[in-house]
């Protein structure tokens, strides 16, 4: 399963990101983004959001990554 981070830009700085889960490749999600008209979803937050494709200026989606905590670096770094 992969992780990934979809990023819609509305315009100005206008921004709502979203974490999703899928077994299809980025471009593949990229396209179902693509043929949503609108978009609701829940995030990791619990904030619901809801607009409309035909506001949104660019999509981004890249591999997300979980946060790194405090702690001891790896060797190497």
């Given at each position: 399963?992969?992780?990934?981070?979809?990023?819609y830009?509305?315009?100005?700085?206008l921004?709502?990101?979203?974490?999703?889960?899928s077994d299809?490749?980025?471009?593949?999600?990229?396209?179902?983004?693509?043929?949503?008209?609108?978009?609701?979803?829940?995030?990791?937050?619990?904030?619901?959001?809801?607009?409309?494709?035909?506001?949104?200026?660019?999509v981004?989606?890249?591999?997300?990554?979980?946060?790194?905590?405090?702690g001891?670096?790896?060797?190497?770094?």
């Amino acid at each position: 399963m992969n992780k990934y981070t979809v990023n819609y830009y509305l315009g100005g700085e206008l921004q709502v990101t979203r974490v999703i889960e899928s077994d299809q490749t980025k471009a593949d999600v990229l396209e179902l983004a693509k043929a949503e008209s609108h978009v609701t979803f829940e995030d990791e937050k619990g904030v619901l959001h809801f607009f409309s494709m035909d506001d949104v200026k660019l999509v981004t989606i890249h591999d997300a990554r979980k946060s790194v905590g405090i702690g001891p670096r790896p060797a190497g770094f």
